[in-house]
Every structure is written in C-alpha cells, then in structure tokens.
C-alpha cells in the first residue's frame, strides 16, 4: 500500500483534448505555437520532454481551428489507436496545440516532472478496451485515482529519477550504439559475401550496388537462370472460389516475418487460396524453393517458399534453374535491397519497384559450388551477430523494465527516495 494520499486526478489537474488538423494547415515551418501530433512523441532513448514539432501554426489559426493551448508544464499522450499502447508520455516546454489523436494533462498543483513521472506509469489501455482502435476520453482520465504526494515530496521524487532514469538511458543508449554497428556489420557481411570478398583477383563491376567482383564470375540477368512468375488474386465477387482454402497465399501481411532478414524460408501465410480458385485466376502455384520478393507497399523484402505457394500480384517470384541455387539468389537480392529502393523504387508515399526493372535485374554469378559455400559463410556469420544481438536486446529490455519498475517504486512511494545515494537537497 503507498504512504501517499490518493485522488482523482481531475482534482489537480485539468484535461486538454486536441482537435482535427485539417490537410492545408499542414506543413507549416513557421508560427507562434507547435500544432503537435502522434509523431512529433516519438520515443526518445533518453528525456521526456517534446523535443520539435513538424508544424507551426499562428494565434488566428488556433482561433479559427477552435483549438485550445496547452500551456507549458503540461503533459502530452496519445489517446487513441496503437501509439496509446506505446505509452508515451511528454512534457511541454512551451504553449502547444495538438491534434485530435492527443490529449494534455495540465497539473494544478504539483512538480511537472513528477507528474511525467507518474502518469507513466499508468496503463491507458486497460481503459481503452479491446476494440479494433482503443479510445480513452476526458471523463475517464479524469476519474484516474493517483498517488499525490505532497509537491516538495515530488520534486525529491522527480530529482531521484532524473538521476537514475538518465543513468539507465545513457546505457541504453550505448548499447543501441552497439546494435546499429551490429546491424551495419551484418549488412555490410551479406554485400562482401555474395561479391566473392574473399577473392584476391578483382574487376570492376558493371552492377550498381557492387564495386567489384572476381575474375572468374560473371554478371547474368537473373531470367536467364530462373523462371520469371508473378501472382494474382481471386476476384472475391465469386464466393465459391474462397471455400475450401488450403492453398498457401503470400500477401504483404507475410512480409513482416521475413522483415529482419532471419528467416530464409516462409512456411506459414496468414491467408489460402482454394484450388477453384487458383484455376480460375491468373495466380499460379509456385514450387517449394521459389524465390519471392515483394515489390510495392513493403518492396524489397524477400524469402524463399517451403512449399509450394501461390502470391498476390504484390509479388515477383523466381524459380530457380540448375545453374542457381535459390538461396544465393535470395542473398543478393537482400544484399540489393537498398539499390533496389533507392535506384528503381517509384512512388512518395508507397514505393513500388515495377516488373520491367525486376525483368532486366542482374546478379554476380559464381560456381554453383561457390554459391553454396556463400550462402553457408553467410548464415554462419549471421548466426554469431544474431547471437550477440539477441544478448544485448534482452540486456535493453532488462534495463528498460528496471527503469519503468524504479519509476513505479518511486512515485508509489514504495521506498524512500531521500534515502537514495545520490539524492541530496
């Protein structure tokens, strides 16, 4: 049980909500005051306070916007859709409006810090509910029961885990500093590998996303050595062709379980197509070890089938002839997949990498011998990083979960912050 009273936090504070920022307000660099959104409370690996701002808005628009200020001191979050399970919370530095995705808490009494502090560690989901976009309203922030206590007791609180809190993010961050080298070195690996890095006779190469290759390889159009394929969906204006599915069916929804570039091989899809359905369609059943790689809302991402699939029409698909071995294949398209998104990628919002591109596409060529012993080098380095990766992700998780549960202890009063070393007022 805390030793601090408990109230309603509509008591000592008011609620804020924001409103809808309509499309030519949008875009704004100048302004007397930041019109915040969702991400503008992107987390930080270390403070609480809202660092920028994407737009700017002047006093008339806010007037003519019907928004409301949320004066400095006051305390940002989500209050709505996924970022509302993210927990974010955010300390205003200045005046702020915000849009309809936002809701302030604007304390009346009491350290602003420790009220960071402590409504972080409130679960806003629980009263957001199970439906397909959890919601939380004034009234039910404002019904909130909170530990309070007294504001000279908040800023020992607030002092004590500013401390403590920054000691653990500087940590944290030194950690996330050896995961991008991590992450660098393992992508960095993949292009050496499959560029015969360990040849010492060179040549130029005529490919854009390598600079060299052996002598003795060749540079081959991919279609030379692998049926070119594609994939379709059944029209869903016929019912019957979407009974009885037990066709695998690769979608964009697959692209997340090959995102990281783990797994080689797909095995599960989230949807299947029926057999009426494949026959009277343009999709076409792929055999196991078909190359896949996505080309439009996630384009570049790729995998190999365990077995024999279909695709959407988001997919280009390559099967593999006896001179190509499917998975040295797959590692070169990963080993392009920022030339791939950054050359022949169209489209701002969703990029689409189109079949006349992926038709004429190139890869370096070695012995099928050769390919072999690639792709093994390739998993056997992947493998260490991935080992020493995993360790240091979980020692983050561990340290984040130390913290939240120290931010916990402390605004609960669960144990005594004055007494901490460190802790001198």
């Not at 300390?91 to 602003?112: E, H, I, K, T």
């Not at 280009?316 to 030339?339: E, H, K, Q, V």
């Amino acid at each position: 049980m805390s030793p601090y009273p408990t109230v309603k936090l509509g008591r000592v504070a008011r609620i804020i909500s924001g409103v809808g920022f309509p499309h030519p307000y949008q875009g704004r660099e100048s302004g007397e005051h930041p019109f915040l959104k969702v991400s503008d409370l992107a987390i930080h690996r270390s403070g609480y306070s809202v660092v920028g701002a994407q737009n700017w808005v002047s006093r008339g628009d806010i007037s003519t916007l019907g928004a409301r200020l949320a004066p400095a001191g006051s305390v940002v979050f989500p209050k709505v859709g996924a970022a509302l399970l993210k927990n974010p919370r955010r300390l205003l530095q200045r005046p702020s409006a915000m849009d309809n995705n936002l809701m302030a808490v604007v304390p009346r009494v009491g350290d602003p810090r420790f009220w960071v502090y402590m409504l972080s560690t409130i679960d806003l989901s629980e009263l957001a509910g199970s439906g397909p976009l959890p919601f939380v309203n004034e009234t039910q922030v404002r019904d909130l029961r909170v530990c309070f206590p007294a504001e000279r007791e908040q800023r020992r609180i607030a002092d004590f885990l500013d401390a403590e809190t920054s000691r653990i993010d500087d940590l944290v961050n030194a950690e996330q500093r050896v995961l991008d080298r991590l992450a660098e070195r393992r992508t960095a690996g993949v292009v050496t590998a499959v560029s015969g890095g360990e040849h010492t006779e060179h040549r130029a190469s005529t490919l854009a996303w390598l600079e060299s290759i052996p002598e003795s390889w060749q540079e081959v159009r991919v279609g030379l050595m692998a049926r070119m394929g594609s994939g379709h969906t059944p029209s869903r204006s016929h019912p019957e062709w979407w009974v009885d599915c037990t066709v695998p069916w690769i979608t964009t929804g697959e692209v997340k379980q090959v995102r990281d570039d783990r797994l080689e091989d797909l095995h599960e899809t989230r949807e299947k197509i029926s057999e009426l359905g494949l026959a009277n369609s343009a999709a076409e059943l792929h055999p196991k070890g078909t190359v896949f790689l996505c080309r439009t809302a996630s384009a570049g991402y790729s995998g190999v089938m365990g077995s024999d699939m279909a695709t959407s029409q988001d997919f280009i698909t390559w099967t593999c002839g006896p001179r190509l071995n499917p998975y040295f294949l797959l590692w070169c398209l990963r080993a392009m997949r920022s030339d791939l998104l950054g050359r022949l990628a169209m489209g701002s919002t969703h990029k689409t990498i189109y079949v006349p591109d992926l038709q004429m596409l190139r890869i370096p060529v070695p012995s099928l011998d050769e390919q072999a012993e690639i792709v093994d080098a390739i998993r056997r380095q992947n493998s260490r990083i991935d080992n020493l990766t995993d360790k240091i992700r979980r020692q983050v998780e561990l340290m984040t979960e130390r913290r939240q549960a120290l931010i916990a202890a402390a605004v609960t009063g669960q144990f005594d912050v004055s007494t901490a070393s460190g802790n001198r007022r």
